[in-house]
């Protein structure tokens, strides 16, 4: 495969792959590994895929499966998370230092849902899959896809409102207000 077609096929979905895969494993490192090992498979296999037009749906499937394939392993392995204080890397920076607070809310609300909900929704909203592409992606029918996008709105509705009633609830001092004592 010439170098400028898969910079272009890089450029193109780098993006989309990094937050659907952000979106699954919920940490910015993992998620960079996980699209950087999508598009090592794919300069190894890629030329192997018929239709170019589909290059964006197996992308999509291949990062998926990957993350399967990476959670199984990291079931036999001790995370991060699990070592003593002090053993453990420092927490990495937000990644979604450029969306509002609105986006930071339903990007909150949308890691509540349940993950067999969240990653047709994010497949759907966020990558602008198709029904179809999404159940070629998760392997599941299209029947399925609809119900655990159904199911997944109900769950982001209901951790939208608690996390919009939490803000509306928050109290913020304004420090430039003068002071009166009351007699």
């Known amino acids: 495969m010439p170098s400028d077609v898969f910079t272009q096929l890089v450029d193109a979905h ?3 792959l990094y937050r659907f895969a ?8 993992d998620a960079c590994d996980l699209t950087q090992q999508t598009f090592f498979i794919w300069a190894r296999k890629g030329e192997q895929l018929r239709e170019a037009d589909k290059a964006k749906s197996w992308l999509f499937t291949t ?3 990957e993350f399967l394939r990476g959670r199984r392993r990291a079931d036999h392995m001790t995370a991060l998370e699990d070592l003593p204080p002090g053993e453990s890397d420092p927490a990495a920076p937000e990644v979604d230092l450029v969306t509002g607070m609105d986006a930071g809310l339903v990007v909150e609300a949308l890691q509540e849902v349940d993950e067999v909900y969240r990653v047709p929704l994010t497949l759907f909203y966020l990558e602008d899959l198709s029904y179809k592409e999404i159940a070629d992606t998760l392997g599941v029918p299209i029947g399925t896809v ?12 209901t951790a939208l409102a608690r996390k919009e009633a939490g803000v509306r609830n928050k109290v913020v001092p304004f420090e430039g207000a003068p002071t009166r004592k009351l007699s």
């Not at 952000?22 to 490192?29: A, M």
């Not at 119900?147 to 709105?153: A, D, P, T, Y």
């Open 14 to 16: 780098y993006a989309p």
């Open 22 to 29: 952000l979106s699954l494993t919920k940490n910015s490192s």
């Open 63 to 65: 990062l998926y499966r």
């Open 146 to 157: 609809m119900s655990r996008l159904s199911r997944g709105k109900s769950q982001l509705r």
